[in-house]
């Protein structure tokens, strides 16, 4: 097994807004939606990856790209050092076995017109995995325990709607395990909870990475639950990662404005502690016209005339810690002091 | 010296097929000129129903069972729609509902839907009307040249923006924000709660903010109210109740927000989930998930108490456990 | 334990779908229907196509006048199998003419036209070298109103031997002793083997009528006008001279034609229009349910692949409804009935084939709904294919759209049928209800009402028992619209 379980590299994905027969007809060019706009990050074996980013980044796009749920329009992922698209037929499936994906919604993630056993089982059944009832219903109810839905014989004929929105999760949790994968995606596997339920389900998840080893991909836009859960992180904006590295580094000391801003925002459940002023304004913009230069730059206080021609890479700042700004080593050695317009810079 | 809204022992159903939701059940609390209030509490918690039973915006299967609203030494509850409709709503309470940002009609501009909500509930002329509407919209920080745009036109946390400018169109007192900024991102609830918090201060108006995020209510309000279950389990001022809960449902729930600074350390959750309000359990009602329980607790409903100054707190057990304090 | 499952669902089904008012008179109006259809043939001992002449053409109900007459047979024995069938009629000689049953003769009939009776027939002997007659008649008590239509049917033979001639009239005596002559041969030399009137003495003969009435409109209610004592007489008259001559009658029948018939009276062929009424349930339920498998089938099958696969399969399947949704129905299948011919399979198809546009756009859109759901996505992340998806997620889902769809395209095709029917243009070797309402149009009895109202009924009925059962399994199905 080697040290990076993940890789990936110039990862692209554009949809086209609508193609009508007609247009297909008369190849005409239809306007894209620049999703994910070249992406490139690794995840070392069992840890996990937070992704973070406003609604729209294209964090869940990126997420379903790496297990191959949806086609990237270009860029590679290689799984264990393999490239999965340049395998045999015959060998994708043993692969994507390897990689699964927990869905934000656990309302919508369980078909509803099956049992709790049918669900866990549906998994086996498609891979083929246990001769016969007896081996699957003990391969399910051990799966349900590791999700502590227990005694598992209780809710083996329950249907989802009979569950809490916890428990479901746990089902959908279970239904991922139960094929052994070494590489989960969790996409918001929590946004859709109760603050009070949602705390089980991350320790559970942290738990079962422990036990299992797993490699997960979490992805959030709770900066908060991102700091919680993940070793490594990543800040994506408008389809391209702005920086990434040790969850610490990142958080703590943010080097990209936009990282920084996002920092500044979150509201904290703590009422001495109140933010101080924003540095920037507006929304994030439809990522069918993105920005020419950097993507951040109309809204950046920090903007200069570079920014809006040339796109900033995404380089280290220090050692396993990368941002692409312009600016990001003046705010890494304090040149200029973070969270703080411009033109307040002169006065400390 | 009297609050400008006070509610008493207020017991709100919904009837179903299947029996009496009991969704609001003796909830009290006051609200002084110029405070904000937060009501906190996960979904089901009845925070909604409290809010439209101010409005008396209530769906047609609710009951009052019990109860009282004044507002300023008026009987809200015991006013009939008309009167309602015509001298408290809007005038005196407004609100941000929920989803505001689909409550705005796609076939006006937004500063006719204002207009037209001042005219509705005032003698004005529209001249009047439209100039009052333009400098909402400059205060919530919305450039005075979009406000003939369609809604479709503005971004979501504009919507919002122009959504609160309506609720102050004819100047209420009270304004009731609805989980302002749920569907919004992080930097966008950041801009939008400061325009709240601005305006609320700038205004002097009294404020009710429901969230069943913790940190929007600590970041915004001055007291905060955390309800569970239908009924209100800790009411005290935002700081305290951030740094001393004693209710054991405020001590978890405050516990389940991940940290954005400091030391990263395991999380205790809250075990169980909660009850169904169709048949909610006897005594009170956290009971089932609390770790303090004991046998008084599932028999008798604990009483909001001020157990502390300023501080009130509906547990059996709040004084006799050493850990709280 | 997946078999206790499926029983308690099914259980738990039943139990929600008798739970629900209108499922319940969906369910009750289809069993009416469903035993109609199966005990048809036992209700009813006739042919609703071909067991004509049962009565008078568009006899009345029996149940609307008791005063109309049914069907009478005046003679109960008209075969005369033995002497003892002679005890019905009297008989009167003149001339030394003998009459006596004889058992050595008897009407064979015509063969491939008519039964005859066998042996047994009325023997006259006329008397050598003398004139005489002889006079067979059969007295009857009639009670009802005037009937429109009286026959009489015999069968005679004469044998001759020498010189004599011989004739036959059949005679009607009227209660005021009037004598009206049906019929006669004539007199005739010669012998002559069995025959039959020809034409059939019947009022239905024009020039029966007019020999009669003088007028060519009248009919049988001139020769009954009244109740009491009419007799039906026979003569035979022989002249021999020097020959012998003997005559023999056979198969003596007459009737008067039933003015009312049955339950519902019967249609312009003398068919019993409640044996029509009960075997038209069959085939409109039969068209019905089989037209609306195959829409439903079409429909399911086209839905979901043009929903699942998308892109141009989609784009083409959906072109193609639109083309079919907007060729008006009825003409297009007027126009295809008289191409493929009317048999009920071709309607069946026909109407399956154009149904299924609205059913394949309905589960679509269902299916595009479900193609976005998170658990096909989740399946799909697990590593199910698209045959598995479609079968696990989709068909499962869609299958109680299918079932409710079905339920609700059953009347559709049973009133298309009834259309085409009416309009004549369907199966005409059967005898739909469809059929029958044209009748009433096409013979002019919409005041008829025992005859036009019943099949319009059965039709909104039927369509109704399916329409309720859709609805209810709509509200089963879609637990948001329970209590609607």
């Known amino acids: ?348 | 010296m009297t609050a400008l809204l006070e509610v008493r022992g207020l017991k709100m159903h919904y009837g179903t097929v299947k029996g009496d939701v009991k969704a609001v059940d003796d909830v009290s609390f006051s609200l002084e000129a110029g405070e904000s209030l937060g009501i906190a509490g996960e979904s089901g918690c009845g925070k909604t129903s409290v809010a439209l039973a101010l409005m008396k915006l209530q769906p047609g299967n609710a009951k009052f069972l019990g109860g009282s609203i004044t507002l300023d030494g008026m009987n809200v509850l015991a006013l009939d729609d008309e009167k309602i409709r015509r001298e408290v709503r809007w005038k005196r309470i407004s609100m941000v509902p929920q989803a505001a940002m689909n409550a705005l009609n796609p076939v006006f501009t937004v500063k006719d839907q204002i207009i037209e909500a001042i005219l509705t509930h005032e003698d004005v002329s529209e001249k009047e009307a439209e100039k009052r509407t333009l400098e909402l919209l400059k205060r919530v920080g919305i450039d005075p040249s979009r406000a003939g745009n369609y809604p479709h036109e503005f971004s979501g946390g504009m919507k919002q923006r122009a959504m609160i400018a309506m609720a102050l169109a004819c100047n209420p007192e009270i304004v009731i924000a609805d989980e302002p900024t749920t569907a919004l991102d992080v930097i966008v609830q950041a801009q939008v709660l400061k325009v709240i918090k601005t305006l609320q201060r700038d205004l002097g108006l009294s404020m009710i903010l429901i969230s069943h995020d913790l940190s929007v209510v600590a970041e915004t309000c001055e007291r905060t109210v955390i309800m569970y279950a239908g009924s209100i389990v800790e009411n005290t001022s935002t700081v305290e109740m951030f740094r001393h809960p004693l209710h054991p449902y405020s001590v978890g729930l405050i516990g389940a927000f991940p940290k954005l600074t400091g030391e990263r350390k395991r999380l205790e959750s809250i075990t169980g989930n909660p009850p169904n309000l169709l048949d909610p359990p006897p005594g009170c009602r956290f009971h089932p998930r609390c770790p303090h329980a004991r046998d008084v607790c599932t028999r008798i409903v604990p009483p909001l108490l001020e157990t502390h100054e300023n501080h009130m707190v509906a547990c059996h057990m709040v004084n006799r456990h050493p850990e709280y304090r | 334990m997946d078999r206790g499952r499926l029983a308690r669902s099914v259980s738990e089904f039943g139990r929600m779908y008798l739970g629900n008012r209108m499922g319940q008179a969906g369910l009750a109006l289809l069993f009416i229907f469903i035993g109609m259809a199966a005990l048809a043939p036992y209700l009813t001992p006739y042919d609703p196509m071909y067991t004509m002449q049962l009565a008078n053409f568009r006899a009345k109900p029996q149940w609307l006048d008791p005063a109309l007459p049914p069907n009478l047979y005046l003679i109960t024995d008209p075969g005369l199998p033995s002497v003892a069938a002679l005890g019905e009629w009297s008989l009167e000689l003149t001339g030394g003419s003998s009459a006596s049953w004889t058992g050595s003769e008897g009407y064979p009939g015509i063969p491939l036209v008519e039964e005859g009776s066998g042996p047994g027939a009325i023997e006259v002997t006329g008397e050598p070298s003398a004139e005489g007659t002889a006079v067979v008649e059969r007295i009857y008590q009639y009670a009802y109103k005037p009937p429109r239509r009286f026959s009489v049917h015999l069968a005679y033979k004469a044998q001759v031997t020498g010189e004599a001639t011989w004739s036959i009239q059949v005679l009607l005596r009227q209660s005021d002793g009037n004598l009206l002559e049906l019929w006669s041969s004539g007199p005739r030399r010669g012998s002559q083997g069995w025959t039959v009137p020809r034409p059939q003495i019947d009022t239905n003969d024009a020039i029966l009528r007019l020999r009669l009435f003088n007028d060519i409109l009248g009919d049988a209610s001139r020769m009954f006008p009244r109740g009491g004592e009419y007799g039906l007489v026979v003569r035979v008259s022989t002249v021999s001279e020097g020959g012998t001559v003997k005559v023999y009658l056979d198969d003596v029948s007459a009737r008067i034609w039933g003015e009312s018939f049955g339950l519902l009276g019967t249609d312009n062929y003398g068919r019993d229009i409640f044996t029509q009424l009960m075997h038209g349930s069959r085939i409109s339920i039969i068209i019905g349910i089989f037209s609306a498998v195959i829409a439903v089938v079409l429909g399911v099958l086209v839905g979901l692949t043009s929903g699942y696969l998308g892109g141009w399969v989609d784009e083409l399947a959906m072109r193609i409804n639109d083309i079919l949704l907007t060729i008006p129905g009825l003409p297009f299948l007027i126009v295809l009935t008289a191409v493929l011919g009317p048999t009920i399979w071709s309607v069946i198809i026909l109407i399956g084939f154009l149904g299924w546009m609205g059913i394949a756009r309905l589960i679509r859109s269902q299916v595009l709904t479900l193609k976005t759901k998170a658990f096909v996505e989740a399946s799909r992340a697990s590593g199910g294919g698209t045959w598995h998806i479609i079968r696990v997620h989709l068909v499962p889902n869609v299958m109680t759209m299918a079932y409710t769809q079905l339920a609700l395209t059953v009347p559709g095709a049973i009133v298309t049928e009834a259309a085409l029917s009416f309009l004549g243009l369907g199966d005409p070797f059967l005898q739909t209800w469809g059929k029958m309402l044209h009748d009433v149009q096409y013979y002019g009895a919409v005041a008829e009402w025992w005859w036009a109202v019943p099949p319009g009924l059965c039709i909104a009925l039927l369509s109704m028992s399916f329409v309720f059962i859709g609805y209810a399994l709509d509200d089963i199905f879609n637990p948001k619209l329970r209590g609607r």
Do not use: W
């Open chain 1, 1 to 348: 097994m080697s040290e990076r379980l993940v890789r990936v590299e110039g990862l692209v994905k554009h949809f086209p807004v609508h193609m009508s027969l007609l247009d297909s007809l008369l190849r005409r060019e239809v306007p894209m939606v620049k999703a994910v706009d070249g992406v490139s990050f690794t995840i070392k074996s069992g840890e996990i990856f937070g992704l973070v980013g406003e609604s729209g980044c294209g964090k869940t796009t990126t997420g379903r790209a790496v297990i191959r749920l949806i086609e990237p329009t270009s860029g590679h992922v290689l799984f264990d050092g393999v490239d999965v698209d340049e395998l045999p037929r015959g060998e994708v499936k043993a692969y994507r076995r390897e990689m699964q994906i927990i869905f934000q919604d656990p309302f919508e993630s369980l078909n509803p017109k099956m049992t709790i056993y049918e669900l866990v089982a549906e998994p086996l059944e498609i891979h083929g995995i246990g001769a016969g009832d007896e081996e699957r219903r003990a391969l399910i109810s051990e799966a349900l325990n590791e999700v502590q839905l227990i005694p598992p014989e209780e809710f083996l004929f329950r249907y989802p709607h009979e569950l809490s929105g916890g428990q479901r999760q746990r089902v959908a949790i279970a239904r991922v395990l139960i094929l052994k994968p070494r590489f989960v995606v969790a996409d918001e596997p929590v946004s859709m909870l109760d603050v009070s339920i949602r705390t089980e389900v991350l320790n559970l998840m942290l738990d079962i990475r422990e036990k299992l080893g797993l490699t997960i991909l979490f992805i959030t836009h709770d900066l908060a639950i991102a700091r919680y859960m993940s070793d490594d992180i990543g800040v994506m904006y408008l389809g391209k990662l702005i920086e990434c590295g040790g969850t610490h580094d990142v958080l703590d000391d943010p080097d990209h404005p936009y990282t920084q801003a996002l920092m500044a925002a979150v509201p904290v459940p703590d009422a001495e502690r109140r933010r101080g002023d924003l540095p920037i304004r507006g929304e994030t913009p439809q990522p069918i016209n993105v920005p020419p230069g950097c993507r951040f730059h109309p809204r950046c206080p920090y903007a200069f005339d570079r920014c809006k021609v040339e796109e900033p890479p995404l380089v280290e700042v220090e050692p396993g810690h990368a941002a692409a700004c312009f600016l990001q080593d003046e705010f890494h050695a304090g040149r200029l002091k973070r969270g703080r317009l411009p033109e307040d810079q002169a006065e400390t």
